[in-house]
């Protein structure tokens, strides 16, 4: 079994990518990156099926952002692009809970995304699937509904930065390690959710996971 | 022994604060905050005494900030402010290197700080500081040399939001755990600094450190 299977336990750090699908980063008013942008979720984010997304103290928009998530197998820098099949230990699919407003906030202040990317709860994941599960991870389908409506619906294929783009730029700065996370960016779609409203999604029919929202 | 002591091992995160002195605030022409801000350090960006302090690629201005970091002992969240002595293990004497110019774009385009305060070598630590060495971390010096010469000489009884605020408050969005690490922030009189530079800092005379700067 991977070692990254054991992501929960051993991971130390979730790097995630901001606007890595066009029609998203259309969405929200922001222009096409030239590079990635990066920024980190703790550890203590984590959320397993069976509890709930809290909406953090002060929020008054919370936004899903359904993504897919490439878990590290071993430790690697400088990493080049060929060789990064050889660090991916697997996949997870996952939610990047984002408070959209107190984002906003720190985009206009020029202050850091933290606490609108980073509290507890705010990243929702399936189990681990493992590599053979996902032949294709540029080339699979992400969907999300909320209460039965469908509201997030593209393809990994729609991807500004490839995964091995992603995980060699961000090796260059951050040395991976096994069980660190990268949240490969959000399809258009997103939106706010509310206290009581269920989100499903899913990596096309390979894992599918539901959570409900609580105050 | 402190749980805390292990915090290089088991630590999986590294909250810090920006602008916790107004001298400091003032400096990089920033107002006083109003709340504390925060951002992260991956554990993959510590480093110890005897390895140098890389400029990570591209970046032309690499900022020293000498801070005070409190060393989380025991699972919490929402801990009242009188409370937070209870989940304080110890201390460490740390830098909180910066990317200027990395972090001056990430400002001006409202984008996260994640680049410019995470890279590897960013977090220089000393060892493991025991509680009882530091009788009131809310009064003891901070200070840091370049090449000989003092650059920074501040007090943490300067510190606009005090440890057991900070501790309180991060610990309402963020569940902080053992061996979680929390840099306070740093004084005034942070500037650049070159390859071949060595830095030499410390907490009062309770712990002293070395590191150079490298390509
Ligand atoms: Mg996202
Ligand atoms: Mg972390
Ligand atoms: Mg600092």
Redesign the interface.
Known sequence: MAVAAKFREIG??I?CV?RNYGAHAAELGNPIPEKP????K????YLSEGKSIKI??GCSSLHHEVELGVVIERTG?NIPETAVPDYIGGYVLALDMTARDFQDE???K??????AK???TSCPVSSFIPKDKVPNPQNIQLWLKVNGATKQDGNTKDMIFSIPTLVAYIS??????PGDVILTGTPSGVGPTNPGDTIQCGLSDVVTMQFTVSK
Chains 1, 2 share one sequence.
Do not use: Y
């Open positions: 130390r750090k790097v901001g942008i990066l920024f980190l703790p550890t203590s984010s953090p103290k820098s720190a985009k206009k020029g202050q850091p995304w933290t606490l980073g509290f507890d260059q700065f951050f040395t991976l390690e």
